[in-house]
């Protein structure tokens, strides 16, 4: 029974997503724009270069390459000071680790990002697919199919584990039995593409998929 797992990292492994959208906030404020809930949500689980451009449409601001440094400035600031796991992910993926099931990460997150992140959260994998490795980010399949071969397992025998729709769609889309984690009540019907939802992720339901 050869099959694999690849987890999202941010909202899945560990809790950034507030921490991205308070740095968001920060790094836009000097540009006089207020970064809404409704700004963050329509750009949650999309690359840097998407995300920056819904806002530029809203704001005046420095083009990509430029504001980056001022964004990780503040983003690596968070992480360092208030990166937290969430525990029930990082359970399942010691359980399925022992029972020698290959996993590996694929995150929106530019490479510089993703590094940090796992670093900063005491995780590490053989495996990891960042956002500007791949042609199409979520929700196109690029990521996942990339991970799975990666990892030398067929599509269809690798779970994905993600938290946003787009990142559900990515799953979806790879022809990937795609777990949904919904950690915030009420959020359910946005995942509603996965093959299952849970609140809290666990190996068995992770392979109750395949």
């Known amino acids: 029974m050869h099959i694999g797992v690849v987890f999202d990292c941010d909202g899945t492994l560990v809790d950034s ?11 836009l404020a000097p540009y006089g724009y207020t970064v809404t809930d409704a700004d963050l949500a329509a ?13 530029a449409e809203r704001a005046q601001i420095p083009d990509p390459p430029t504001l980056w440094p001022q964004l990780r400035r ?3 600031a968070l992480i360092d000071a208030e990166l937290r796991t969430f525990d029930d ?13 290959p996993v590996a990460v694929a995150s929106s997150s530019v490479r510089e990002r993703l590094d940090h992140t796992l670093a900063s959260a005491g995780l590490a994998f053989a495996v990891s697919i960042a956002g500007d490795e791949v042609e199409h980010g979520k929700p196109a ?15 269809a025998r690798c779970v994905v584990v993600e938290d946003s729709p787009p990142g559900v769609a990515a799953g979806r889309a790879a ?10 009540r009420g959020h359910e019907t946005a995942l509603a593409q996965a093959d299952r939802v849970v609140d809290r992720v666990s190996a068995e339901a992770i392979l109750s998929l395949v």
């Open 175 to 184: 022809g990937m039995p795609t777990l949904g984690v919904c950690r915030a």
């Open 43 to 55: 750009c949650l689980g999309i690359p840097y270069l998407r995300t920056h451009a819904y806002l």
């Open 89 to 101: 992910a990082v359970q399942a993926l010691e359980e399925l680790r022992a029972r020698g099931v």
């Open 17 to 27: 997503e507030p921490l991205s959208g308070e740095a968001w906030r920060r790094t």
């Open 74 to 76: 503040e983003l690596f």
């Open 141 to 155: 399949p690029d990521m996942f199919l990339r991970a799975a071969e990666r990892l030398g397992v067929a599509p």
